[in-house]
T-cell receptor, first 113, second 112 residues
């Protein structure tokens, strides 16, 4: 069974631009969560989607948004990029919403210059 | 607000040693706890998942225990190998969604 895939793997953007990251969960998984990882803050939860509905959201500004499609694939968008948005963005999928084991993708490394 | 702490922050051991990594959390009302490893610049690999009703889980040379009432978990690695070198993260699942709260990790180096 294929794992969680994320595209692109690396991205370089300039301040003020916007970016869209994509995540394809493991087949059959309907829950997709997004995390931001930085050296200073560690892993922080962004949001979680289940059956195309956002079920939970972390403490990030409104510039961070996401969505989930009917095939469970998810995208996250960051608008008006800031230098501090440089991070590894990780996507995780799970079979069940509450008790399921989380499986992570390889991440997208975003660098904002 | 759930807080997760991992001690030590870094650990270096010679190959073959058994070792224990510690994880503590402040809110004992968890659904489960998951241990991950992360290699530099890579994503997270799930090692073990312990449900709140369980006391321990084993996979190969790894054994994870959970004491929910005291807010602690340990990851025991037997007969360590250089390939075990990585950062180990514990994460707890609290609340009604799939949000995980992560610890800051323990960076493990196994030397020859």
């Amino acid at each position: 069974k294929a794992g969680v895939t994320q595209t692109p793997r690396y991205l370089i953007k300039t301040r003020g631009q916007q970016v869209t990251l994509s995540c394809s969960p493991i087949s059959g998984h309907r829950s997709v969560s997004w995390y931001q990882q930085t050296p200073g803050q560690g892993l922080q939860f962004l949001f979680e989607y289940f059956s195309e509905t956002q079920r939970n959201k972390g403490n990030f500004p409104g510039r961070f948004s996401g969505r989930q499609f009917s095939n469970s694939r998810s995208e996250m968008n960051v608008s008006t990029l800031e230098l501090g948005d440089s991070a590894l963005y990780l996507c995780a999928s799970s079979l069940a919403v509450m008790l399921g084991e989380q499986y992570f993708g390889p991440g997208t490394r975003l660098t904002v210059t | 607000k759930q807080e997760v702490t991992q001690i030590p922050a870094a650990l270096s051991v010679p190959e073959g040693e058994n070792l224990v990594l510690n994880c503590s959390f402040t809110d004992s009302a968890i659904y489960n706890l998951q241990w991950f490893r992360q290699d530099p610049g890579k994503g997270l690999t799930s090692l073990l998942l312990i449900q709140s009703s369980q006391r321990e889980q084993t996979s190969g040379r790894l054994n994870a225990s959970l004491d929910k009432s005291s807010g602690r978990s340990t990851l025991y690695i037997a007969a360590s190998q250089p390939g075990d070198s990585a950062t180990y993260l514990c994460a707890v699942h609290t609340g009604t969604a799939s949000k995980l709260t992560f610890g800051t990790g323990t960076r493990l180096q196994v030397t020859l």
